[in-house]
Structure formats: structure tokens, C-alpha cells
């Protein structure tokens, strides 16, 4: 991108500047900090690779993150009383690499359960379809 400068067109430093950041500075988005990451929550029924895909995004945001601050965020965001936050305050995770591991089990369990309303659904459309064409 480049910033032309028309000899004349600006009569301050200051009309120059206002220009220059309202067209670089607009399309940059500045770092969030650790405060908000950590008020990333997962939300009710929003599935765990949603959620964890999500907060990295996020996470990838803040300047100067830490490892630990990155896994606080994560662990204080985990939806209350679902079988993975069950989990971690049953058993401590001491890191992420940890907590991802364990995370991948609820993932994979999360996504069998939603194949299989998923089929159940299309049974009972089909069912239905078919009983409604012999009334």
C-alpha cells in the first residue's frame, strides 16, 4: 500500500498525520490483553474444538502472552459443570500440552454424540415422511 503525498495538500503536520494513520492505521488491529482472553468463556452447549480454536485465535492477539497466562485463560474459560471441567477439577492438568491431550478424548466423544443425534434426526424426518405419504 502506498501513501501518496500531492505537493500542497496538507498545510500542517498535523492534517499530514491524521491522514497517513486514517488510512494505515484503521486496518490494524490492536493486541488485545490478557484481562479480556481471560473473559473468553466457552458458551453454553459451544462445542470444545469450537471453543479452543476460537481462544488460540485470540490468544494469538495478545502481546507478550505467556505460556501460563495462554493456559489460565483456557482453563478459566472451560464451560462449569461439563465432563471436562468436571474432569480438570477432579484431576489438575499442570500444562497444556496435558490439557489438550485430555481435551482431545471430550472432543472426539463430542463429536461421536453429534453424529449420532445427527442420524437420529434424519431417521425420524424419514420416519415421519413416510408416514405422512400412507395417511
Not at 72 to 93: F, H, Q
Amino acid at each position: 500500500m502506498v501513501f501518496q503525498v500531492t505537493l500542497g495538500k496538507f498545510n500542517s503536520w498535523n492534517a499530514f498525520s491524521s491522514k497517513f494513520h486514517a488510512q494505515f492505521s484503521s486496518s490494524r488491529q490492536l493486541p488485545s490483553h490478557l484481562e479480556e482472553l481471560v473473559e473468553v468463556k466457552q458458551m453454553l452447549g459451544e462445542p470444545l474444538r469450537a471453543y479452543i480454536s476460537m481462544l488460540m485465535t485470540e490468544a494469538t492477539k495478545v502481546k507478550g502472552l505467556t505460556k501460563e497466562g495462554r493456559f489460565a485463560a483456557i482453563l478459566r474459560g472451560v464451560e462449569p459443570l461439563r465432563e471436562l471441567w468436571k474432569d480438570i477439577k477432579r484431576l489438575t492438568v499442570g500444562s497444556m500440552a496435558k490439557f489438550l491431550d485430555r481435551t482431545d478424548g471430550f472432543i472426539k466423544h463430542e463429536e461421536v454424540v453429534q453424529r449420532i443425534d445427527t442420524v437420529r434426526q434424519n431417521k425420524n424426518q424419514q420416519h415421519t415422511t413416510l408416514a405422512g405419504m400412507f395417511v
